[in-house]
């Protein structure tokens, strides 16, 4: 039962990750909708669930939005994975350790994606990271602390 | 073995890591597989349906009495557009060549209107979904045009659906040469609304708004599609190629409809 409410959760934010949220874009960038939900899925469940979840998110993200089948898998695996380390941070949430946790996460997922799709381009590594990884790793961050402001009894309410 | 079962068992986690890599690695490399590509159809006709039916924007909807009228406008623009251009630089090249030899090129392209369902930007490749596919006569990189030029290249095709990835992406290049002396170079986009010509050696003479456009080089675009104009034009001493800014004039947030080019038969034939 635990599972279908994931799933149910999942395709909601999914089908809001792809229509109204663009509206909120900033010069393209949008927040990672399915990275937060990947992200706060890692800091209740173990390490093993997290990271079949991101592989399994990472394909569903993939083939709905065209991308290169397998270049999010790969990002959200290693992110679900990582995610695990930081479940300290239930014994106690506060907006700073959420924020700097998830985006530590964005920008290792934002990373390993712009490193894949920079292989056989002249763009310096340097340049990926600051313009492309950590203004959409910084606006995801900001979206979770907010998501996790509103709905902080439902995220965490079997943790306490 | 048990001494095994239970090594495994201490390191599942990695395992489970490893396992996924690999799955992700293997997808990354088999993307042209028929298998994933008839998922990828067959998401493309879901998210068609969906977008079409259940997500339609206010900018997408209600215009069905002009479509056709305009549609047809837009299609006889681009092909005077294409023909505009096509003369303008054969105009130039017979300037260069002292008018040895007087050609015209017949346009004989034939397109497909696509109506835009919806625009992506904000993904990892910057894309629209159009309402036209495989049953249409679309095909894998037909290029996309309309008057005011290249809009990009059909990346992918369903049924009813195509995916057309844009001219500004970061995986999109282009063979073009700047009309007024022929240099050509690489056309790719960096950011915003601007792209980057590249390969263009520091000794060619290019100024600030000179036309730019294919250069035929290529089997997906014919030679003469209109791109943009040069922005900026900068020597660098630090490469041996210049650092040149092109802008498209082309609202790519304004896309509604678009002109798939279905048929270049005829290009480059002198007259008898």
């Not at chain 1, 209740?44 to 669930?49: H, I, P, R, T």
């Not at chain 1, 350790?97 to 997922?109: K, N, Q, T």
């Not at chain 2, 995986?171 to 022929?182: A, G, T």
Request: glycine letters at 6%; a positive charge; hydrophobic letters at 45%.
């Amino acid at each position: 039962m635990k599972y279908i409410k994931y799933i149910l959760l999942y395709l909601f934010i999914f089908s809001i990750e792809n229509s109204i949220i663009k509206l909120i874009s900033i010069n393209g960038i949008v927040p990672d909708l399915s990275l937060i939900f990947l992200i706060f899925f890692g800091f209740k469940e173990s390490q093993v669930k997290s990271t079949i979840t991101g592989l399994i998110i990472g394909l569903f993200v993939d083939i709905f939005n065209f991308n290169l089948v397998g270049l999010t898998s790969l990002a959200k695996s290693v992110t679900g994975f990582l995610s695990s380390y930081f479940q300290q941070i239930k014994k106690n949430v506060t907006p700073s350790r959420i924020a700097l946790s998830v985006l530590v996460l964005s920008l290792i997922h934002n990373i390993i994606i712009q490193i894949i799709l920079s292989i056989g381009t002249d763009t310096g590594i340097l340049k990926l990271i600051v313009y492309k990884s950590v203004p959409g790793a910084v606006y995801t961050t900001i979206f979770a602390v907010i998501i996790n402001f509103l709905f902080f009894r439902l995220i965490w309410s079997r943790q306490k | 073995m048990r001494y095994y079962s239970q090594y495994l068992y201490d390191f599942k986690e990695f395992i489970v890591l490893f396992i996924c890599i690999f799955i992700s690695l293997i997808l990354i490399f088999s993307n042209d597989d028929t298998n994933i590509n008839a998922i990828k159809i067959a998401a493309i006709n879901a998210k068609g349906f969906l977008v079409e039916n259940y997500l339609i924007t206010p900018e997408f909807s209600n215009k069905a009495k002009m479509k056709k009228q305009i549609q047809f406008l837009r299609t006889q623009n681009t092909s005077l557009a294409l023909e505009n251009s096509r003369m303008r630089n054969a105009i130039v090249e017979n300037k260069r060549l002292r008018s040895l030899i007087f050609f015209i090129r017949e346009s004989k392209f034939d397109f497909k209107v696509g109506k835009v369902i919806g625009i992506d930007r904000t993904g990892f490749m910057n894309q629209l979904l159009l309402d036209i596919g495989m049953k249409q006569g679309i095909e894998r990189e037909m290029p996309v045009v309309l008057p005011e030029g290249l809009v990009g290249k059909i990346y992918e095709t369903a049924d009813d659906y195509a995916v057309c990835q844009l001219l500004l992406d970061k995986n999109f290049r282009v063979s073009v040469k700047v009309v007024r002396n022929s240099v050509k170079g690489i056309l790719t986009w960096e950011n915003g609304d601007t792209m980057l010509l590249t390969q263009v050696p520091n000794r060619a003479r290019i100024e600030v708004g000179d036309s730019v456009m294919t250069s035929g080089f290529s089997r997906i675009f014919p030679e003469g599609i209109f791109v943009g104009k040069v922005l900026e034009a900068n020597d660098s001493k630090r490469s041996i190629f210049m650092k040149i800014t092109v802008k498209p004039e082309l609202n790519f947030s304004r896309l509604e409809e678009v002109l798939i080019l279905t048929n270049q038969d005829g290009k480059n034939q002198f007259p008898e």
